[in-house]
């Protein structure tokens, strides 16, 4: 099934005539009405040619509108600075914290879907133009590499995903879409603690050669995240100064087949928090892809192949008596890894069945180098932590359209996962002799995993629709290999480590026409064998391969734990009253628990940490003069514990942002945005000495935005 039409054609796509079946339209008018755009060809003729937009991007799989998807276009992912902030209009997606990549470690940016359990390392899968983002050390995202500028959409597919989107897809999938286009736009602003943002991307075309850039500069002197009376003088700003660049090129090699190429590079500083504590982010990512669309008759293909070359740097202390001292604990200097893979698919269409089959490999190859145990004024130890690791698999998806509006499809993967080269490297700094020489045995499977749906259009936009799925993350080598000290707190790697399994069932309906949209899925999920922090330990005590842990301090290890079980409720809506008032609302239910097992049978009944049952988002979009525009996006998150054990709690917290925006000329708009406008108190975590840190207080920024045709 050729993909949607798209508006726009370059820098990254390519327009070329066909003919299409009737079958065919009506796959494209629903895979357009999924994105928001009306098929120009609705009801005509099937003899009636149709532009077809080769892209970059991978298109949807064949049967997507049978699973939960949401497509949030480039205005809605320019309502906040840091993308993941503007893509958490989606209840239940979010960081393993509450707290955005304006103020979280990198270590914790990994993104997860529907409240199941957040993960640092992140149980959703993030693709941009099916290049995967995850880092390929800890599966973490870097944000600040991917301006929402240079994003045109971000499409969510909730549910484990089978077909091209891969093992780890756990939860699901964030499929952004890099933006297509001749001209420019840009934006630029400079708000309270010390915020000062630049960011533009554009593109132009040379025959039949497109070029597309993107840049973007921001810094933050932060706030203090934790406040008074706990304050002490261990507690300093979280700042940031994140950099990055990109660039892509495009041109047609063949008639009607597609040859892009694309490199990014970003550069990201922070302080953390706590004393002189800082971590740096770099790295490089590049991809090439060849395309070819499916015509009338004629196989479609398409073949990817990428690699990121990323860095970290990152440094923790412990904290004294009254936050008065800090000691460095840790200071991971380096963490060079390499990740690399592709990805191919054949799609075509039998008489009665749109189908695609295809195959994808990832590798990741990485190291921590670090120093730890600080005594008497200088680090004694060193340690070299890593390995190597692959996943990759083949599938196929087929989707078949009966009378009376019936949808059918179904896909099933097989993957083969290998964890090999695996050590930790242990030495006296003072002798050099070596301490510990730990090589954990290779380890390695087979998993097969599948989907299918179905969908039943009931007239005037009204649907009904049904799945069920399963999948499968591997663990990362973070995970598998490297053991950390964060505060007083100590968490265990753990190479044994077992990837981790989702099952569910969802039932959905929903109404896709008309000026009030909406959709509400019911769904039940099981984790199993889910890779989850454990606390084994509590300090004052000294424990084997760590050493002491002062009062609060918390011994962790990575574990697989027996299951989580979870269903809920998620629903949305969107009203459009007239063309200059909108409003949009969405919330999520999930009722999460955990059965640990006879490996931590103390968790049985437990929600999983960082875990909110409820989260509700609404936004409200209003012009009421031709040249003003008001914007206020709500952001509700009921109680979630900051710790397995459910002892460390953090209240519900409600966020309100506002935006009131000039347009001052057609390519010009003055904006004034106030972030967490009633300055709540969004608590983030609380550590076993009931110290809590804080999310950011209220902000305010002035900006410009400037759009310009081609």
């Not at 359990?117 to 099916?130: C, E, K």
């Not at 730890?372 to 890593?386: D, N």
């Not at 925006?661 to 983030?684: C, E, G, M, R």
């Amino acid at each position: 099934m050729p993909q949607a039409p798209r508006t726009g054609c370059a820098p990254h796509c390519i327009a070329v005539r066909a003919l299409k079946s009737d079958s065919t339209i009506a796959a494209v008018f629903i895979a357009a009405s999924l994105a928001g755009v009306a098929p120009a060809n609705a009801g005509e003729s099937a003899a009636v040619p149709e532009t077809v937009l080769i892209t970059a991007r991978p298109p949807d799989p064949v049967g997507n509108a049978a699973f939960s998807t949401t497509l949030i276009d480039a205005p809605q992912l320019r309502v906040a600075p840091e993308l993941d902030q503007a893509l958490r209009q989606v209840p239940g997606l979010s960081l393993f914290r509450r707290n955005s990549s304006l103020s979280a470690n990198p270590s914790v940016q990994g993104v997860s879907l529907r409240s199941i359990a957040p993960s640092g390392a992140g149980r959703a899968i993030v693709t941009l133009d099916g290049v995967p983002q995850n880092d390929p050390f800890g599966g973490w995202v870097i944000w600040s590499s991917l301006p929402a500028e240079n994003i045109q959409s971000a499409e969510i597919v909730r549910g484990a995903g089978a077909g091209p989107y891969g093992a780890g897809a756990l939860t699901g999938v964030i499929a952004l879409s890099e933006r297509e286009g001749a001209g420019f736009i840009g934006d630029a602003f400079g708000g309270e603690t010390g915020q000062a943002r630049i960011a533009g991307a554009g593109g132009v075309q040379v025959g039949k050669v497109s070029f597309g850039a993107s840049g973007m500069y921001h810094t933050s002197e932060g706030w203090v995240p934790v406040q008074a009376p706990q304050r002490g003088n261990a507690d300093t700003p979280v700042t940031l100064k994140a950099r990055s660049l990109s660039g892509h090129v495009a041109t047609e090699v063949l008639e009607g087949t597609l040859l892009a190429a694309r490199f990014g590079w970003y550069d990201e500083k922070r302080n953390s928090g706590i004393g002189t504590t800082y971590s740096h982010a770099k790295g490089t990512t590049g991809s090439i892809t060849i395309a070819h669309p499916e015509e009338s008759g004629d196989l479609g293909w398409r073949a990817q192949a990428w690699y990121r070359d990323t860095d970290l740097a990152n440094t923790s202390a412990a904290v004294g008596a009254g936050r008065a001292t800090t000691t460095p604990s840790n200071n991971q200097y380096a963490t060079p890894a390499i990740g690399w893979g592709g990805n191919a698919a054949l799609r075509g269409t039998f008489a009665f069945a749109d189908w695609e089959v295809g195959a994808d490999g990832r590798f990741a190859d990485g190291e921590s180098r670090e120093l730890f145990t600080f005594q008497t004024g200088s680090f004694r130890s060193s340690r070299f932590a890593g390995g190597r690791s692959f996943v990759g698999g083949i599938y196929g998806e087929a989707a078949t359209r009966l009378e009376d509006g019936w949808l059918l499809t179904a896909g099933i993967r097989v993957d083969e996962w290998e964890n090999t080269n695996g050590h930790i490297i242990e030495r006296s700094l003072a002798t050099n002799a070596v301490t510990l020489d730990s090589h954990p045995a290779s380890r390695s499977g087979a998993i097969p995993t599948a989907r299918a749906g179905v969908r039943k259009e009931l007239g005037d936009g009204l649907y009904l629709r049904s799945s069920a799925y399963e999948g499968f993350r591997a663990p990362s080598l973070n995970e598998l290999y490297r053991p950390f000290r964060l505060g007083n707190n100590f968490t265990q790697s753990n190479a044994a480590l077992e990837p981790e399994r989702l099952y569910g069932v969802e039932l959905g309906a929903g109404d896709d026409e008309g000026a009030l949209t909406w959709n509400l899925t019911g769904f039940w999920n099981r984790l199993s064998g889910a890779i989850s922090n454990v606390t084994v330990g509590t300090g004052p005590g000294t424990f084997p391969g760590v050493g002491f842990l002062p009062a609060g301090g918390l011994y962790i290890q990575r574990q697989n734990v027996g299951s989580i079980r979870a269903y809920g409720l998620e629903g949305d809506a969107q009203w459009e009253l007239d063309p200059d008032f909108a409003l949009r609302g969405a919330f999520t239910l999930t009722d999460a628990k955990v059965n640990g097992g006879t490996r931590a049978a103390q968790l049985t009944g437990k929600r999983p940490s960082q875990t909110p049952r409820w989260t509700v988002t609404g936004g409200v979009v209003a012009s009421p003069f031709n040249d003003l525009t008001l914007e206020a996006y709500l952001r509700y998150e009921s109680l979630r514990f900051s710790d397995d054990l459910n002892t460390l709690r953090l209240p519900d917290a409600t966020t309100i942002d506002a935006k009131a925006t000039w347009h001052i000329w057609p390519t010009t708009d003055l904006y004034l945005a106030v972030d967490n406008l009633f300055n709540a108190k969004v608590a983030t975590s609380r550590g076993g000495d009931q110290v809590v840190t804080y999310d950011a207080p209220r902000m305010l920024r002035i900006g410009v935005t400037v759009a310009l045709a081609p």
